[in-house]
């Protein structure tokens, strides 16, 4: 496995349901990211784990619940969601994510396509 | 988080044109500078990092003008294949990325 890689490809499931998106960088790289994608507007960035610490939470409702055991892992934990999350949640990854002319920005997984019923 | 503002389009070219998207940031102290290329139901990829003194790939030419915090991509000799979604993207400050909403490209036969 290379990369960073999103399972499952696709979710179908109900607003009372718990059910978790896992994501997994074979790059060794330091920081984790989710982001969230709707229709019509920017990614919106959700959690940054920087080595499995997390730095950043950007205003997330408590239904979504990350956790990274360690550097290589993120999870994004799910329940009593609402129609209106269905979207596509991307994990990224990153070096050392302090700029300047070495900065590569992030390598993305494929993603996971949220259903929201 | 501010503001990276793109025209969304959509562009339509022909093959071989060149067409140039533009996208002004917000906050000047942003460090880092990309453009992202995002096909449809697929994640954003990497095209190319934008570097102050400008930076080119075969096709593709970005350049950065601090002053006006303004970036540009210019495509020359259009594909098929460029058809996509192309994200600004800023770093400001720390970790996170902030994303443009995308301009969207369809190079036409």
């Known amino acids: 496995e290379t990369g960073v890689t999103q399972t499952p490809r696709h979710l179908v499931m109900g607003m009372t349901n718990k059910k978790s998106l896992k994501c997994e960088q074979h790059l060794g790289h330091n920081a984790m990211y989710w982001y969230k994608q709707s229709a019509k507007k920017p990614l919106e960035l959700m959690f940054v784990?920087?080595?499995?610490?997390?730095?950043e939470n950007n205003s997330v409702p408590s239904r979504f619940s990350p956790e990274c055991p360690n550097s290589s892992h993120l999870f994004l934990h799910l329940h009593t969601l609402q129609p209106e999350d269905s979207a596509l949640y991307l994990c990224a990854s990153s070096q050392d994510g302090t700029g300047g002319g070495q900065d590569s920005g992030y390598t993305f997984g494929s993603g996971t396509r949220l259903t929201v019923v | 988080r501010k503001e990276v503002e793109q025209d969304p389009g959509p562009f339509n070219v022909p093959e071989g044109a060149t067409v140039a998207f533009n996208c002004t940031y917000s906050n000047s102290a942003s460090q880092s500078f990309f453009w992202y290329r995002q096909d449809c139901r697929k994640e954003p990829k990497l095209l190319m990092s934008v570097y102050s003194s400008g930076n080119e790939d075969g096709r593709f030419t970005a350049q950065l003008n601090r002053a006006s915090q303004y970036i540009s991509l210019l495509i020359r000799d259009s594909k098929l294949s460029d058809s996509a979604t192309y994200l600004c993207?800023?770093?400001?400050?720390?970790?996170?990325?902030?994303f443009g909403k995308g301009t969207s490209l369809l190079v036409t036969p």
């Open positions: 993207v800023v770093r400001e400050t720390g970790y996170a990325l902030n």
């Open positions: 784990y920087n080595f499995k610490e997390q730095t």
